[in-house]
């Protein structure tokens, strides 16, 4: 032993040999990660009941030999795709949701074409979700159903919930859901009115790029692509590190663009207005009032969210008018609060022991 140094002398061949393999094993990973297209995902078996415009709802095949009464519609954002929910095997909130006894349907989005740029926040709360609840009905035979919206989702949600306060709507649970806009420092930046002519740009393009709501979202975070990059090299050898990091990385960068009107109203009623705190928000000359919402709500929210910061979702549980309300923070980011390993074990458990018996 060179005590001076801190070095254990014999033990450096070892050291330079494991290295050396290592380095091997990462090269040949790294050729297999770029001849290889990745886990497939979204595979749980489903049928499609409705495809109308952006518009796609699907119905998810039961598995258990028991279901719920109530069945769950899943309203997805629409910058995102639904796969997030639904992985791989084992890791699937869709799968899980099925094994436990729901019946679950979901409202999932494609890309606008350039001649629906015209499409509005109403089309949306008082046209697509409206119709997807009504099949659900139908197709299960209820007429009671469970919304869960997730991200934006929970905000067409809550307007929805708020707009149709006597409708079959029986139990709401939002994940993430922003109310207080004003909370959402960075994109507050980014859309301030003195320097984001929002007109301009829709007048321009009509519907909004999927580039530039990416862009968008990874300045939240300039560096966490160039670092998850450096720690998936790291990792290259790891087979499930790869598998994790392929899922994920292909949603996030799998964005929708918006219609080009809806995001006009996004920008101008809620980032610059705060409509929906203020309580001046309304939807095709429909008021929203959240107060109006008197079913069960449940409200999901992560720990270190850098997208929907707690402050800007924390006002959404005392503005709902319902005595049967929780809100629940749990470890995670935005995406791992809904999957992954931490939702696995902290949010999937909470929701089914939640939800469970407001389903009978």
Known sequence: MNAAAGLDLASIPDRIHSEVQRAIQRSIKGVEYFSTSGPSLGSTPKDILAVRGTMNLYHYRPVADEIYRVPILIVMATTNRGYILDM???????????????????????????????????????????????????????????VIG???????SLLYGSIFADGPMKNLICFTTPVDFREMKL????????????????????????????????????????????????????????????????????TLPLAGEYFRQTIKELMWDNKIYNGTMSV????????????????????HDHIVPYDAAKALIPKIG??????????????????GANAIKRLWPKLDSWLGERSI
């Open 284 to 303: 095709g000359g429909r008021p929203v009032d959240l107060s109006r919402i008197k079913v069960p709500m449940l409200h999901a929210v992560a720990e």
């Open 150 to 156: 997730y991200c934006f989702g929970g905000v067409l």
């Open 88 to 146: 791989v095997p084992g890791q699937s909130f869709i799968e899980f949701l099925l094994k436990r006894g729901y019946d679950v349907y979901m409202l999932d989005w494609t890309a606008p074409k350039p001649e629906e740029k015209s499409l509005r926040m109403e089309d949306y709360v008082l046209d697509f979700i409206p119709d997807c609840v009504r099949r659900v009905q139908r197709d299960s035979g209820e007429t009671d159903v469970t």
């Open 187 to 254: 994109f507050q930046n980014f859309s301030d009115r003195r320097y984001f002519d929002v007109d301009k740009l829709v007048d321009s393009v009509g519907n909004v790029p999927p580039e530039m709501i990416l862009s968008s979202f990874e300045m939240l975070r300039p560096a966490s692509r160039a670092a998850s990059q450096v720690q998936l090299w790291d990792n290259i050898w790891n087979d499930e590190f790869v598998k994790s990091y392929r899922m994920f990385d292909r949603w996030a960068t799998d």
């Open 322 to 339: 319902s005595a049967d309300k929780e809100e629940v923070i749990l470890k995670g980011g935005h995406v791992s609060l809904v999957a």
